[in-house]
């Protein structure tokens, strides 16, 4: 297994550094504590913003970062509000779940997020939610529990409880036995999860993704596979709240399509969107056509 040398570069990873530093110097940053467990909150947007907050939650072993390309556009009119989930880079690690009081593996985690949202916005204030892969679901249980959501948008969400359809196997890069092998898997996973287009593989894809695998403290595998999202949908159904759910058309994690077309037929409050040519992290590879999709549905800010 080798690493592209044109794309991982010491001059590429060194640009790819520096627009992650520009685009985080536009965020003003929040570290809010819920129950001893702090959360760190990247606002984007101008200071009077009006309209609902647009919230957005990242994947398993992410972080902010998967929406870096898309900070630009979803925040030139509204507030963005995009955390490190607990357990992920800037977070603190959420409490363990107390299976015997019966407590969901989940739950620890939402009621931390919930605590510091709601510490930041109010508590009743509306808000626009969105998540990409394990924060899809995580997103959509969020606007069970916590209610007074506008809209509901997630892409390549998990939690729909069907097959991965990956033609290749991922690799364990914590086994790697150098730091040059264990870049090559992280590559390697990319490409095998998270991208369909090999251009898309490049210095900044590698460095966001480099960033948050090391930095990761929560297994959100197990939470992504347990199902739960269409129920989640079907309670945003019976409190009137617009949905858009987006797959890239490549996406192995689902069959797109299908899962779509399942989702949405007879829920006249859910919007279905296959984006074409696009993996799995539909919003870095295709960030234009996920960002024009986004803003429409979301409306004016």
């Not at 556009?73 to 779940?97: E, I, K, Q």
């Not at 992280?186 to 090391?214: Q, R, S, T, V, Y």
């Not at 269409?230 to 192995?252: C, F, K, T, Y």
């Amino acid at each position: 297994m080798s690493v592209p040398e044109s794309v991982f570069s010491a001059a590429d990873e060194a640009a790819a550094r520096a627009l992650i530093a520009r685009t985080e110097a536009l965020a003003t940053v929040h570290d809010a504590v819920h129950a001893g467990t702090r959360v760190r909150w990247r606002r984007f947007g101008p200071t009077d913003a009006a309209g609902p907050p647009l919230v957005l939650l990242h994947g398993g072993h992410g972080s902010w970062m998967h929406w870096l390309r898309n900070v630009p556009a979803l925040s030139a009119g509204r507030a963005l509000w995009l955390p490190d989930l607990p357990g992920y880079l800037g977070s603190d690690t959420p409490p363990a779940p107390a299976p015997a009081a019966g407590q969901a593996p989940l739950q620890p985690l939402l009621d931390v997020l919930q605590g510091t949202l709601d510490g930041l916005v109010g508590a009743g204030t509306p808000i626009a939610l969105g998540g990409f892969s394990f924060g899809g679901i995580v997103a959509a249980k969020l606007a069970v529990q916590r209610g007074h959501i506008a809209r509901l948008a997630l892409a390549g969400s998990g939690g729909h409880a069907t097959l991965r359809h990956l033609a290749v196997e991922m690799v364990n890069w914590r086994a790697a036995p150098d730091r040059d092998a264990e870049r090559a898997a992280l590559a390697h996973n990319l490409k095998a999860l998270m991208l369909h287009d090999p251009a898309a593989l490049d210095a900044l894809a590698f460095e966001i993704h480099d960033i948050a695998c090391h930095a990761t403290r929560f297994r959100s595998k197990d939470a992504s596979l347990a199902g739960g999202l269409q129920q989640a949908l079907d309670a945003m159904d019976e409190r009137g709240v617009p949905q858009l759910l987006l797959w890239g058309e490549r996406d192995v994690t689902a069959d797109a399509r299908a899962l779509v077309a399942a989702l949405t037929r007879g829920h006249p409050l859910r919007e279905g969107c296959i984006v074409e040519g696009a993996g799995h992290w539909v919003q870095f590879e295709a960030a234009q056509a996920f960002d024009a999709r986004l803003l429409r549905f979301l409306g004016p800010g």
